[in-house]
């Protein structure tokens, strides 16, 4: 069973840095299409950034810029660093595959807040 581990989150101010990382047993992130996620409380899950199989890279537009991310298909990880954090990227941060979606793992929390 696919398990997506994500970690990195915490409580940083406006204009503070967080790197955040994803793990997965049972599968492999070689070859696959990635994205971090985030979700806000009530609100739906978007797309923050993606990675395709080749490296190329898409964010929204609230987080380009800022946010950066990247792959270790060695370590089987997925990386987003993300820079001059806002309020307004509070939420928890989830990664999975982008065209078939996977278990959701617990996520990491990102607050933004002085």
């Known amino acids: 069973q696919v398990q997506f581990v994500e970690s990195g989150g915490g409580l940083v101010q406006p204009g503070g840095s967080l790197r955040l990382s994803c793990s997965a047993s049972?599968?492999?992130?070689?070859?696959?299409?990635m994205a971090w996620y985030r979700q806000v409380l009530g609100s739906q899950r978007e797309v923050v950034a993606r990675?395709?199989?080749?490296?190329?890279?898409y964010y929204r537009d609230s987080v380009r810029g800022r946010f950066r991310i990247s792959r270790d298909n060695a370590k089987n990880t997925l990386y987003l660093q993300m820079n001059d954090l806002k309020p307004d990227d509070t939420a928890v941060y989830y990664c999975?595959?982008?065209?078939?979606?996977?278990?959701w793992g617990q996520g990491t929390q990102v607050t933004v807040s002085s």
């Open positions: 999975n595959f982008v065209y078939t979606l996977l278990d």
């Open positions: 049972g599968t492999i992130f070689r070859g696959n299409d």
């Open positions: 990675i395709d199989s080749v490296d190329n890279t």
